[in-house]
């Protein structure tokens, strides 16, 4: 009876989240003086997650709409891909984003030598390429699991720990396989990003001018919430022990990575972001003369 409900949130949530980051994309290329490396990876960020949220809830909308709540095994399978593929390159492509806060703020002379071109295209290629081959492996060693007991996956998508529940025999390889991933993939960005704005911090308090340290941290402001969101529900989901496992919240943390974290991601870089809203209202305004 809430189906109706359910359907109608989703539906203005994606069509929030399409719109923002898509928002973004053109505002951050119709304005020459943002094109610089740091919104180079904010349109990286902001088309993945077009394609992240576009995987899982145009298919929860059909669920909800029609009740037909089934999936193929391919499906299933290129729905679990295209998830980690997209996560695992979000990961990277934070990294690469708190890299560039970090020459930035600490290497300011040496900012446009260090981030030129090419090495901007370079960390979002590795990114994307470094979520690709992580996802294919990924995937296919869980789909090559014996699945006889229910098919019916306790969760809103076709995520790893909810499939593992479902095959047959010991998994216990399979789910170190997860760990070992999530540490590499999850984990270890994470940590780089904190070694980032470990030094960047250190900067900013050293700075003499009150201007200049409120400029800094407003530049790196809207990186880390976004951060705090993607790897603190990742984190939870993926490396929680088996003994805590549960279903309900398990739910909710896919909910909040695949719908709720994309839609806000653009919110939180306009908010935040003085050079974003500038643009927004330039455009708006030569709309309005024209």
């Keep these: 009876h809430l189906q109706h409900l359910f359907f109608s949130v989703f539906l203005v949530t994606y069509i929030v989240t399409l719109a923002g980051n898509l928002l973004i994309i053109v505002l951050t290329l119709a304005d020459p003086a943002l094109h610089t490396p740091m919104y180079f990876f904010l349109r990286n960020l902001s088309f993945l997650e077009m394609c992240y949220t576009s995987v ?20 299933c399978a290129m729905e ?13 492509l934070l990294v690469s984003m708190a890299y560039d806060r970090y020459v930035a703020i600490c290497k300011p002379l040496h900012y446009a030598v260090v981030m030129n071109r090419k090495m901007s295209t370079g960390l979002a290629a590795g990114s994307w390429l470094s979520g690709f081959l992580m996802s294919f492996g990924h995937t296919s060693m869980v789909f090559i699991l014996p699945f ?32 070992m991933v999530v540490m590499s993939f999850v984990t270890f960005p994470f940590m780089l990003i904190l070694m980032s704005y470990f030094y960047i911090i250190s900067t900013i308090l050293r700075m003499s001018s009150e201007e200049g340290r409120r400029k800094s941290f407003s ?18 989901m993926y490396l929680k022990p088996n003994s805590s496992y549960s279903p309900d919240i398990d739910k909710f943390l896919s909910l909040s990575y695949t719908v709720i974290t994309p839609m806000l991601n653009p919110i939180i870089y306009s908010l935040r972001n003085k050079e974003v809203k500038g643009a927004f209202w330039k455009m708006v305004g030569r709309k309005r003369f024209c």
């Design 56 to 75: 899982n809830v145009p298919k929860k909308l059909r669920n909800l709409l029609s009740g037909d709540k089934t999936i193929s095994v391919i499906g």
């Design 80 to 92: 679990t891909y295209f998830t980690f593929f997209l996560g695992g390159s979000e990961s990277f």
């Design 219 to 236: 530049t790196c402001s809207s990186h880390l919430v976004v951060v705090t969101l993607f790897y603190g529900s990742a984190c939870i």
């Design 148 to 179: 006889c007991r229910s098919h019916e996956i306790n969760n809103f998508f076709c995520d790893i720990p909810p499939l593992l529940k479902l095959a047959c025999g010991d998994t216990s390889r399979n789910e170190m396989a997860v760990f």
